[in-house]
């Protein structure tokens, strides 16, 4: 199973960036999709969830009206539209596979089975 990260980079201060995470060898229709933030001296925290056929969403509370998650099941792709970014939102985003249909949030780490390898986002002017 692989899952990669892409899309991270450097932005300004209300900018904007996508982050994309393409999956392979894995039943990608039927995981949950979640994607998790480490900030330098910090704990992986939640950002967003989405569940199997893409029917719920969840946020973390920092970024709800700002990022928006979905997914392609056709192209085994998670997606993360992150607007308004502000320096806070600096971080390693990561993508990762929970294999369960549960429509729930799952915020909890240790219940995601796969993860990608991270990419850098970076919001300063």
């Known amino acids: 199973v692989q899952l990669q990260a892409s899309g991270g980079g450097l932005v300004q201060p209300g900018g904007s960036l996508s982050l994309s995470c393409a999956a392979s060898r894995l039943t990608f229709s039927t995981y949950y999709m979640g994607w998790f933030r480490q900030a330098p001296g910090k704990e992986r925290e939640f950002v967003a969830g989405i569940s199997w056929n893409g029917g719920a969403t969840y946020y973390t509370d920092s970024v709800k009206g700002r990022f928006t998650i979905s997914r392609d099941n056709a192209k085994n792709t998670v997606y993360l539209q992150m607007n308004s970014l502000k320096p806070e939102d600096t971080a390693v985003y990561y993508c990762?596979?929970?294999?369960?249909?549960?429509?729930?949030?799952?915020?909890?780490?240790?219940?995601?089975?796969?993860w990608g390898q991270g990419t850098l986002v970076t919001v300063s002017s």
């Open positions: 990762a596979a929970a294999n369960t249909r549960a429509t729930t949030i799952i915020r909890n780490n240790l219940m995601y089975h796969y």
